[in-house]
């Protein structure tokens, strides 16, 4: 069974970094491209970031610059670094597997339970 | 980037009923569209893939179709459990990769 455990949210003031974990399971993270969505307050989904299995990396507008995703294969674990933190970031942070790939059209086939960042004074 | 309408944002029904939600892209995507359902608390769930792909864990009621520019997501006899928001989102090309509004469905 595949399963994404998401770590590492909790409260940071702004201008702060906070660093996410996802521990993989039943999977490869080194051979599925992997993302991180989020969803803020009373707000819908955002995607946020994907890694791809050559390495490759894209970040939303909103985080470029400020955010990197990163994996560990040693570890079968998907990173998210946050940096220069806003109080717009305050959202739940969700890591998803594409497991399919295109044989799914690079659908989000699994995700994990979130971990919720807020950012406040 | 590629814009995402969904339609509508929220709706009322009663269990039984067969609801349809709208997605639309500003541009083509060919069938690169999936259908996410999201319940409070828990984590998002994938329920229709490339526009119409079927899942074998997902309830045959839940059933999507389109391709280009418009595509819709039906559930045909509302249960009690199908009470949540939905999301359509596209995967084409590179990214970003878009999610709609979302719909919450919900009791009437």
């Known amino acids: 069974e595949v399963q994404l455990v998401e770590s590492g949210g909790g409260l940071v003031q702004p201008g702060g970094s906070l660093t996410l974990s996802c521990e993989v399971s039943g999977l490869n993270v080194g051979n599925n491209y992997m993302n991180w969505v989020r969803q803020a307050p009373g707000k819908g989904l955002e995607w946020v970031s994907v890694?791809?299995?050559?390495?490759?990396?894209f970040h939303a507008d909103s985080v470029r610059g400020r955010f990197t995703i990163s994996r560990l294969s040693s570890q079968n674990t998907l990173y998210f670094q946050l940096n220069s933190l806003r109080i717009e970031d305050t959202a739940v942070y969700f890591c998803?597997?594409?497991?399919?790939?295109?044989?799914?059209?690079?659908?989000?086939?699994?995700w994990g339970q979130g971990t919720t960042v807020t950012v406040s004074s | 980037d590629i814009q995402m309408t969904q339609s509508p944002s929220s709706l009322s029904a009663f269990v039984g009923d067969t609801v349809t939600i709208t997605c639309r892209t500003s541009q083509s995507i060919g069938t690169y569209l999936h259908w996410y359902q999201l319940k409070p608390g828990k984590a998002p769930k994938l329920l229709i893939y490339g526009a119409s792909g079927f899942l074998r864990e997902v309830p045959s009621r839940f059933t999507g179709s389109g391709s280009g520019t418009e595509f819709t997501l039906t559930i045909g006899g509302l249960q009690p459990e199908d009470f949540a928001t939905y999301y359509c989102q596209h995967t084409y090309r590179t990214p970003p990769w878009t999610f709609g509004q979302g719909t919450t469905v919900e009791i009437k």
């Open positions: 998803t597997a594409m497991l399919s790939g295109a044989d799914h059209y690079y659908a989000m086939d699994v």
């Open positions: 890694i791809y299995r050559n390495g490759d990396t």
